[in-house]
């Protein structure tokens, strides 16, 4: 079944030089196993920038995080009709097939969500990409913190420190993490502390305090065991580090771990996580990432729950900035974002 679709349509396509300009290209073609979604609003994430300045794999469609109705569905999806409200994310800036930054995007029924009616808007669902599913994959799959899933919840006394907290992915890490049942700890800009409060971390310090480490090892009662850092870079890897108890512990990034960081502490493990693993390809990125079914399954049975964690209110999506011009101007945002200028909101383009 399917609603009229074009032979072709606008998309952000990468170039020489560094940059991404939109074209006309095909409308992709689904297989029976696929769906294929009108995108009606996008969402930006660091990565895509970076993919146009320095993984450069040019003719590619930029973006990962979409939302939008479904108008095509393959002979063998149950799971979808035409006009269902879809949201998910892709591997931008990786195929000349799929991406978000497009008027279409195609899809595997499990590796989207459903968005329930009336819900969340599609720029609302547009943030639930990249940054939310990087936060369930840290916090829950069973080869990283692999914390107690919802519904099952922890004792409700034990500590995660979530540096960031006010990042895309730290405002979802720390809503995640309190409906799991754990007392949350975190550090962000004064500007956000509200809002994550608001949102459940129980606390919240500055980062730059000088006295920060002493305040967090307080607060939890030196019990630290659990962290992850949505930012990952040097300095916030060994500030997390020194925040640990005594003991083992482990650490999740989005980076790669910090050699400085791992010598801190041989008993605390440091691991990277790319959310990229869970679509279940081989990633053609640095030195290559094997195809991880295990990671592509536990995305696709969390998908089953966000309807309802999004219904009842548990996950609130990002703060949006939305930004005016549609596709075209996205190598403005783009630019934005390279410049530092993005903290506690998700830029969102209507398509």
């Known amino acids: 079944m399917s609603a009229t679709v074009p032979k072709t349509m606008r998309a952000l396509i990468t170039q020489p030089e560094k940059k991404a300009v939109v074209k006309e290209v095909p409308v992709p073609s689904i297989t029976d196993d696929e769906i294929l979604v009108k995108v009606a609003a996008v969402a930006q994430n660091p990565t895509d920038w970076k993919f146009v300045e320095f993984v450069q794999n040019h003719g590619t469609i930029c973006g990962c995080d979409w939302a939008g109705n479904v108008v095509q569905v393959g002979k063998n999806v149950t799971t979808y009709a035409v ?32 968005v329930p009616p009336g819900a969340l808007s599609h720029e609302e669902a547009a943030t639930m990409g990249c940054a939310f599913w990087t936060a369930v994959q840290a916090l829950f799959h069973p080869t990283r913190l692999g914390l107690a899933e919802p519904p099952k919840k922890a004792s409700g006394n034990e500590w995660i420190f979530i540096y960031g907290g006010s990042s895309s992915v730290g405002l979802y890490a720390v809503q995640l993490a309190r409906i799991a049942g754990y007392k949350v700890v975190t550090v962000a800009s004064p500007r956000n502390h509200e809002v994550l409060k608001s949102l459940g971390a129980d606390a919240v310090f500055d980062y730059n305090d000088p006295d920060v480490i002493a305040k967090i090892k307080e607060t939890t009662g030196d019990s630290l065991h659990v962290a992850f850092d949505t930012i990952s870079v040097h300095d916030s890897q060994v500030l997390t580090v020194k925040t640990f108890a005594p003991g083992p512990g482990k650490l999740i990034v989005i980076q790669q771990p910090e050699e400085d960081a791992k010598k801190l502490n041989s008993k605390v493990t440091i691991q990277h996580t790319l959310i990229y693993t869970a679509l279940g390809k081989e990633l053609k990125l640095g030195n290559g990432y094997p195809a991880l079914p295990d990671d592509r399954a536990h995305m696709a049975q969390f998908l089953t729950k966000v309807p309802g964690l999004v219904s009842s209110g548990a996950i609130k999506p990002n703060p949006i900035k939305l930004w005016e011009g549609g596709l075209e101007a996205i190598p403005d945002g783009l630019l934005y974002m390279k410049e530092g200028k993005v903290t506690g909101e998700k830029i969102v383009y209507r398509v």
């Open 83 to 114: 006009g269902d409200h879809a949201a998910g994310f892709h591997q931008g800036g990786s195929y000349t097939d799929r991406g978000a930054f497009a008027e279409y995007v195609k899809v595997e029924p499990d590796l989207a969500w459903k």
